[in-house]
């Protein structure tokens, strides 16, 4: 397995936001879908470091990282696309791939083969590398977002939202990247567009007021009745 | 936009120099040194805003209780404050980095005015401890260098001021090949711009604060030895300094550091502009609350167009 998840429990203040919730993940790329609201970014956040884990652990790579700091996670080789993408927009293309890679001891003396990939994946920002990334359209940005995760060379990709805010037809362009991508990084996706996500992962879980409902393979999670009532519109 | 604004800057005060440089001479000359001295008290504070988004308001008192190092080194080992340069900057690293891991750090996420209100404390308390251990008295270490003139024609200056202006030009050249060219510095601008983005690409960001804390600090240490060559120092001494450089920054816009530069020219040539008339003399002062007025309402005012 390359992330645990095991009884976690966290929340803002006061506020329990998730219960006793349980992941895993191994060499596979997973979705994590579920409606406003329930929980999936703080998932996220608590895996990232960003809020600390009330209860529960949470083992990456057979270490385990509960309430470690965010830059060491990211070290131990979790790459982030954060929903607000978290650039620097002040930086052209350039430097913020380069950052992407500079403070990652498992992207050093790869950063040529990193950048020539994350290029290839995403051509845009070959032509855009020299542009200012406050300057950007939001799809592009979220481009450089994936593109800096993946310069860390990362063991786990970890995408909340990626077609927030993005034009249908970016949409299905971002999730034929991640297909492409998973061969070779383990994906955790967070996604409200159930269909395009369940099509290009391996499995699912569902989460729903802070607990997994359901988890499975995602052809079946497709087919399954309450999944088709509450998120395919069926 | 940050550059285009520098040009144009660039361009009014070079045109404004020109004429002043065949009017008064003067004038220009002990502007650009009050510039210099301006400029290098508030670049070290523009970094911390720039970078940690504090504005220390105890960073005159941090320049203050520098000056009071170097003088009670050079009072004992009868040393030059030159000498004393870089032990004191040393020791004022040290300090910013205690003072960041003790108390800023605390308040970092908390709101803008509790962080105001505990760099304001922190000033307070540097000016209290320097009246009980030194009183209110004036102290001053002479030194002959420091009435250096130079003649020129039937023109007659001094020219011991320039270390500043040469100082702030340093400090400008050094910060850039800092956060540009190294590892620490190039973290440093990236938790600037947006530090939940570094630490997602694995920037330490508390090390890159203290850093950024312990570095402006040592500047202001440096600057606080020799700044009591050439002044008198008392535990009020620093405050002035703290309300100029941040109206220097909020002229520049924050994260602007060579446009520090520029503000600093503005505020000095037309201070000693109006120093030069006898009329006028007692205007001085003026001049710096009409500047950052108008800079602040034009600002504002363009901002709604906008």
């Known amino acids: 397995m390359i992330l645990e998840i095991q009884g976690l429990t966290c929340g803002y203040g006061k506020l329990p936001v998730l219960r006793d919730v349980s992941l895993s993940i191994g060499a596979e790329s997973v979705a994590l879908i579920g409606p406003n609201g329930a929980g999936k970014t703080t998932l996220i956040n608590a895996v990232t470091g960003l809020v600390k884990p009330w209860g529960g652990s949470i083992r990456f790579d057979g270490r385990d990282v509960t309430g470690h700091a965010t830059h060491e996670i990211a070290r131990a080789g979790i790459a982030l696309v954060p929903q607000e993408r978290e650039l620097f927009p002040g930086m052209t293309v350039a430097d913020n791939l380069a950052l992407g890679a500079a403070y990652i001891p498992r992207a050093q003396g790869r950063e040529e083969r990193l950048l020539e990939q994350c290029l290839r994946l995403f051509p845009i920002l070959k032509e855009r590398f020299r542009q200012i990334v406050g300057t950007m359209s939001g799809g592009q940005q979220r481009m450089v977002a994936i593109a800096r995760a993946l310069m860390a060379n990362p063991k786990l990709l970890i995408l909340d939202e990626p077609s927030l805010g993005l034009q249908p037809s970016i949409v299905s362009e971002v999730f034929d990247r991640l297909s492409e991508l998973k061969k070779d990084v383990a994906i955790l996706v967070t996604e409200q567009n159930v269909k395009e996500s369940l099509r290009s992962v391996d499995r699912g879980y569902v989460l729903e007021n802070g607990a997994v409902v359901l988890e499975g393979a995602a052809s079946d999670l497709a087919k399954d009745p309450h999944v088709e009532a509450s998120y395919l519109g069926l | ?306």
């Not at chain 2, 009050?34 to 220390?56: E, K, R, T």
């Not at chain 2, 960041?100 to 922190?122: C, D, H, M, S």
Request: with cysteine.
């Open chain 2, 1 to 306: 936009m940050a550059n285009k604004r520098n040009r144009t800057a660039g361009l009014v005060l070079a045109a404004a120099v020109l004429g002043i440089l065949v009017w008064r001479p003067t004038v220009l000359i002990y502007g650009l040194q009050a510039a210099g001295l301006y400029a290098s008290i508030a670049i070290p504070m523009g970094l911390i805003l720039g970078i940690v988004h504090i504005v220390n308001l105890a960073h005159g008192e941090f320049m203050m209780a520098a000056s009071y190092l170097t003088y009670t080194i050079c009072r004992a080992s009868g040393m030059d404050p030159y000498l004393a340069l870089l032990p004191v900057a040393a020791v004022t690293a040290a300090f910013g980095f205690l003072v960041y891991r003790l108390t800023i750090r605390r308040a970092l996420k908390a709101p803008e005015l509790n962080q105001l209100i505990l760099t304001f404390g922190l000033a307070i308390l540097l000016t209290q401890a320097a009246n009980l251990l030194f009183t209110s008295q004036t102290r001053k270490l002479s030194f002959e260098y420091v009435s250096a003139s130079v003649d020129i024609g039937d023109l007659s200056f001094g020219v011991y001021n320039f270390v500043f202006v040469a100082i702030a030009v340093a400090m400008v050249v050094g910060l850039r090949l800092f956060l540009t060219r190294t590892k620490a510095g190039k973290a440093a601008l990236a938790v600037g711009q947006n530090p939940r983005g570094a630490a997602i690409v694995g920037i330490d960001v508390d090390r890159a604060y203290a850093l950024t804390f312990a570095l402006a600090s040592a500047m202001v240490g440096l600057m606080g030895a020799v700044f009591i060559t050439r002044s008198s120092i008392f535990p009020a001494v620093g405050s002035p300094f703290t309300m100029k450089s941040f109206c220097l920054i909020a002229m520049a816009g924050i994260g602007n550091i060579p446009g520090i530069l520029a503000s600093s020219v503005l505020l000095g040539v037309s201070e000693n502009f109006l120093k030069a008339f006898r009329g006028t003399r007692e205007w001085a002062d003026i001049v710096f609350f009409v500047l950052i007025i108008s800079v602040i309402l034009g600002r504002s005012i363009r901002g709604k167009k906008a």
